[in-house]
């Protein structure tokens, strides 16, 4: 498996194809925090049953104030029938060409099989990595390791709020 980046790095920036006529860049999402789900393949079980239990939690990374993207190598025709397929309510971006240029930037693309490694990151509003969390690829890691980051970023937000005693 490869190193994906570590907590406390800069997520890098990218503009990827959400669809094949528009397409969304990280930096355009500043100040929201950002989940970040690379996964192999559209139509592979396991990532059906990965981005199916995210659609599922979405409504509690809205709620603690994040926005999911999900990636993989696939073209953007094929994100868009699996989109549908599935009742999906996030956007799939499309790391197709250069193929997996972002998933390498990130250190999540699997060169000996040409798709992304299983990798969540939370982004932080200031554009830091606050969690990473790389996944054998066979293995559909949940939702609870992108819970518990969310929430620790809202603890550390808290505790680096100015205090209503602070100010006066």
């Known amino acids: ?11 890098p920036d990218f503009r990827l194809r959400v669809t094949p006529d528009q397409s969304l860049s990280l930096s355009e999402m500043r100040g929201r925090r950002i989940i970040l ?3 192999p393949a559209d139509w592979s079980p396991v990532c059906g ?3 199916t239990l ?5 409504s509690e990374f809205h709620s603690r104030g994040a926005d999911l993207l999900g990636l993989s190598v696939d073209g953007p025709w094929c994100h868009r029938a699996f989109a549908k ?10 790391d197709f060409e250069p193929k997996g ?3 390498r930037a990130y250190g999540a693309y699997r060169d000996s099989e040409g798709v992304a490694e299983r990798a969540l990151f939370v982004i932080g509003a200031d554009g830091v990595i606050a969690w990473s969390h790389l996944s054998p690829i066979a293995v559909n890691p949940g939702a609870d390791g992108i819970l518990d980051a969310l929430d620790r970023l809202s603890t550390q937000d808290a505790s680096n709020a100015p205090n209503a005693s602070d100010a006066a």
């Open 1 to 11: 498996m490869n190193q994906i980046l570590p907590a406390g790095d800069v997520a």
């Open 101 to 103: 240029e972002v998933a």
């Open 85 to 94: 397929d599935r009742n999906l309510s996030f956007p799939l971006l499309s």
């Open 54 to 58: 995210y659609n599922q939690v979405l």
């Open 37 to 39: 789900a690379f996964y």
């Open 49 to 51: 049953d990965q981005v």
